[in-house]
């Protein structure tokens, strides 16, 4: 697909589990960013790449929170120890490079209970 | 403290009723103005961006200003197909990241 992909659509876990989102972003697209949208509110943002790296991560709310993008392309949100207040949609989205629109994915509905 | 602030926080329209929707910003140096729509269950559709105070731009029914402290999604003859939460969102001096505001809640009623 031509979009930006991200799995699991759902995932329901018990506080205190450990869980992974998958980001696919477009393809050569360099920038990924990580954002929590909550019931209501708009997108807030979490992490930034660019390439591998993590350019910022000022967003992340505690070191529970931890981000890869180990090739450049498809990113992975590491969450540990889930608390109920993680639960949220968390959007993925892409640019073809700094400073272009960011173009979001479905996001991932996490549930925790 | 910057802020994005969009108002109403909802709207109802009749089929073919125009109206505007209004992001209003403060941020320490802006380096773009987007605009998303996002319906109900899926992530955020890029419109539009402005950059610069008297920039507009236009797609379909909707049509984009800015100034230096606010911005208007202007929505001409709406259907119901229009009917979706409009997102606004800035881009700071210094950032990469998106800074969001709460959203604008439009229902078109046929």
């Known amino acids: 697909g031509a979009g930006v992909s991200q799995t699991p659509s759902n995932k329901v876990t018990e506080k205190g589990k450990y869980v992974e989102l998958r980001c696919d972003p477009i393809s050569g697209h360099t920038a990924l960013y990580w954002y929590r949208q909550s019931l209501g509110q708009g997108p807030e943002f979490l992490i930034y790449?660019?390439?591998?790296?993590?350019?910022?991560d000022s967003g992340l709310p505690n070191d529970r929170f931890f981000a890869v993008r180990p090739e450049g392309s498809v990113s992975t949100l590491k969450i540990q120890r889930t608390e109920r207040g993680d639960s949220a949609v968390y959007l993925c989205?892409?640019?073809?490079?700094?400073?272009?629109?960011?173009?979001f994915g479905d996001g991932t509905r996490l549930s925790i209970l | 403290e910057d802020q994005v602030t969009q108002s109403p926080e909802a709207l109802r329209l009749q089929e073919g009723e125009s109206s505007s929707l209004n992001c209003s910003y403060t941020v320490s140096g802006l380096r773009g103005l987007f605009w998303y729509r996002q319906d109900p269950g899926k992530g955020p559709e890029f419109l539009f961006t402005?950059?610069?105070a008297g920039e507009e731009k236009e797609k379909e029914r909707l049509k984009a200003t800015l100034t230096k402290k606010e911005s208007f999604l202007h929505i001409t003859a709406p259907k119901p197909e229009d009917s979706a939460t409009y997102l606004c969102a800035v881009r700071q001096t210094g950032a990469n990241n998106l800074f969001f505001g709460t959203g604008t809640r439009l229902t078109v009623i046929p």
């Open positions: 790449f660019q390439g591998t790296g993590a350019a910022d």
């Open positions: 402005l950059y610069s």
């Open positions: 989205a892409s640019s073809l490079m700094e400073g272009q629109p960011q173009h």
